[in-house]
C-alpha cells in the first residue's frame, strides 16, 4: 500500500511535509480514507515509503517540504495533528528510529510544526548506508454539500511536484437519522 523509491529522488512525507534531495527515480504517495458513518468526513491516511542513503536523509531541508491538498467540495477540517516518522535499515528491515512530530494546516497544506526538531532527530541516520524512510499523516476533510468529493494529496519539495494520489466518495447529505426532535433542539 505504498510507493519505495529505490536510490532516487529521496522523500519523506513529514507531517505532510515531502522532503526531497535530487537524483532520479520515482516517488508514489499512498492515500487511503476513512469516511465516517454520515459521510460528511474523512480522515486521509498518506503513507509514503522511500529508500535514500543516510547522507540524503541528514541532508532534507525540512522547511521546503509540504503536503498540498487539491479539494472538490471539501474543505480541511483539522488544522494541526501528528505524523509518524519512521527509519528502517533497509537490508535487515528493522526499525531503527521511530519518532512522532506534530503537523500543522496553512490553507490546503500541511507542514511540520517544528521542521528544525525534524531535521535535528534525522541527523542521527546520516551514517546509514541504506534506509527507507516511512511517514504516516491524516488531515481530516469535510464534504461542503452533497455529491462527490474528491481530494488529491500532492508531495511538494521546493515548489516541486514528485507525487500525488487522489480519492473520492459520495456524501448523500444530511439524511435526517439524526437523534435529536426539532421541537426540543436549539437552532432549527
Known amino acids: 500500500m505504498f510507493g ?6 529521496a522523500m519523506v512525507l513529514v507531517g505532510g511535509m515531502a522532503f526531497m534531495s535530487t537524483g532520479c527515480g520515482s516517488v508514489e504517495v499512498t492515500l487511503n ?15 509514503l515509503l ?12 525540512t522547511t521546503q517540504g509540504l503536503l498540498a491538498l487539491t479539494l472538490s ?6 488544522t494541526s495533528g501528528t ?41 542521527q541516520f546520516a551514517n546509514y ?8 499523516v491524516n488531515p481530516t476533510v469535510t464534504a461542503i454539500a452533497p455529491g462527490t468529493v474528491t ?8 515548489g516541486t511536484t514528485y507525487a500525488s494520489a487522489t480519492a473520492s466518495w459520495t456524501y ?3 439524511t435526517g437519522g439524526g437523534t435529536c426532535q426539532t421541537r426540543i433542539c436549539p437552532n432549527q
Open 4 to 9: 519505495i523509491v529505490r536510490k532516487g529522488i
Open 33 to 47: 480514507i476513512t469516511v465516517s458513518p454520515s459521510g460528511v468526513t474523512a480522515t486521509e491516511h498518506y503513507r
Open 50 to 61: 522511500l529508500d535514500p542513503p543516510g547522507s540524503d536523509v541528514a541532508n532534507f531541508d
Open 73 to 78: 467540495n471539501a474543505t480541511v477540517t483539522s
Open 83 to 123: 505524523f509518524v516518522l519512521s527509519i528502517i535499515d533497509h537490508p535487515s528491515q528493522v526499525t531503527v528510529g521511530q519518532q512522532t512530530f506534530n503537523y500543522v494546516v496553512n490553507g490546503n497544506s500541511v507542514f511540520a510544526q517544528d521542521p528544525t526538531a525534524v531535521h535535528n532527530w534525522l541527523q
Open 129 to 136: 548506508a541504506d534506509v527507507d524512510v516511512e511517514v504516516d
Open 151 to 158: 481530494t488529491t494529496g500532492s508531495a511538494l519539495y521546493q
Open 172 to 174: 448523500a447529505g444530511d
